[in-house]
């Protein structure tokens, strides 16, 4: 328990949504069940073991006083504690304040819609705030970026789409089970100015492949999938089936973006499982997690893969 209240009597002011303490990186022994996170202007500590009142209480008198430190006068501190159980469930509680509703965050000048209060999934993963800068660069570092399509594969609520279409995407398909989500990410384009250009799908992936491939060739197509969900993904069986379709998928030149949030599976995982399902794309990276969710062991932390599909030699083949 240390270690977060001398995170937190350091922190600084934060502007943007980003994770403060990350125990579940395995670098702060006693801490492994606790994170901090920032979605300003709310704080939110998540536990997943059970944390007792004294605790929370010790917790919540660092935040005052670091908050009194750091914060705007006109600013008082809310914070929020989130306890998490197997199988799922989880329970919020708001400690100190009043949640802002709506709730909306800012990510490198990017603004997303954020619900803290309902269960798991806020909205926006922080820790693929890396991954949604490769996107930008990539688009950015297009010589037409207007002619760009990006095909946006379980896009949840839709950030990467946003992050492309700022940096001046021309076509965004996004594609998603979840109606509730890609709901929210319509509401995340009109935030940022970027409607046109962007559809969104409520369809299952693997039974809308004539509607994804209608809608291509894509410069770049982004799979983020849960790494397991009964009845929708289980990676171990289903990114290879992803991965065949991708070279039909891309114009020559174009890139994958692999993304996989499974502690027990390593990038050694996706890199055979591409080999096998499409040997013909080239590793180009792996992504570079932000310092914020550094771990003892990066293969137990988010994977997030770039390969690219070879050009067309000057024969045309």
């Known amino acids: 328990m240390q270690a977060l209240l001398d995170t937190i009597a350091q922190m600084p002011f934060p502007t943007d949504a980003q994770r403060i303490f990350h125990g579940r990186g395995g670098r702060f022994p006693g801490c ?105 660069r990539t688009v950015t570092a297009h010589p037409q970026p207007a002619r760009m399509k990006v095909l946006n594969l379980f896009a949840y609520t839709c950030a990467f789409s946003v992050a492309a279409k700022l940096a001046g995407a021309g076509q965004v398909l996004n594609m998603d089970m979840s109606k509730g989500a890609l709901a929210t990410g319509q509401q995340n384009h009109q935030l940022n100015g970027v409607k046109a250009g962007a559809s969104f799908a409520a369809h299952d992936i693997f039974s809308s492949w004539g509607k994804i491939g209608r809608g291509g060739p894509y410069d770049l197509i982004i799979v983020d999938p849960p790494s397991y969900q009964k009845g929708s993904f289980i990676a171990t069986k289903d990114y290879a089936r992803l991965m065949r379709r991708l070279s039909d998928l891309l114009v020559p030149g174009g890139h994958a973006l692999l993304c996989l949030n499974a502690p027990e599976l390593g990038t050694d995982f996706l890199k055979a499982q591409m080999t096998e399902a499409a040997p013909a794309l080239q590793f180009v990276q792996r992504v570079v997690n932000p310092p914020q969710f550094a771990d003892v062991d990066e293969e137990r932390s988010l994977k997030v893969l770039v390969y690219r599909e070879p050009e067309l030699d000057k024969t045309g083949t």
């Not at 919540?60 to 006068?73: F, K, N, S, V, Y």
């Not at 998490?84 to 509680?93: D, H, L, Q, S």
């Open 32 to 136: 492994e069940q606790i994170v901090l996170d920032a979605f300003p202007p709310v704080l939110l500590l998540t536990s997943f073991a059970p944390v007792d009142e004294a605790q929370l209480s010790r917790i919540g008198q660092a935040l005052e006083q670091r908050w009194q430190q750091i914060a705007p006068t006109d600013q008082p501190l809310i914070w929020a504690f989130q306890s998490r159980e197997p199988g799922g469930k989880a329970e919020t509680r708001v400690m100190a304040g009043e949640l802002p509703e709506p709730h909306v965050v800012t990510e490198n000048g990017a603004k997303y819609l954020v619900h803290i209060a309902r269960g798991q999934n806020h909205g926006l993963f922080l820790d693929m705030a890396a991954g949604r800068e490769w996107v930008r």
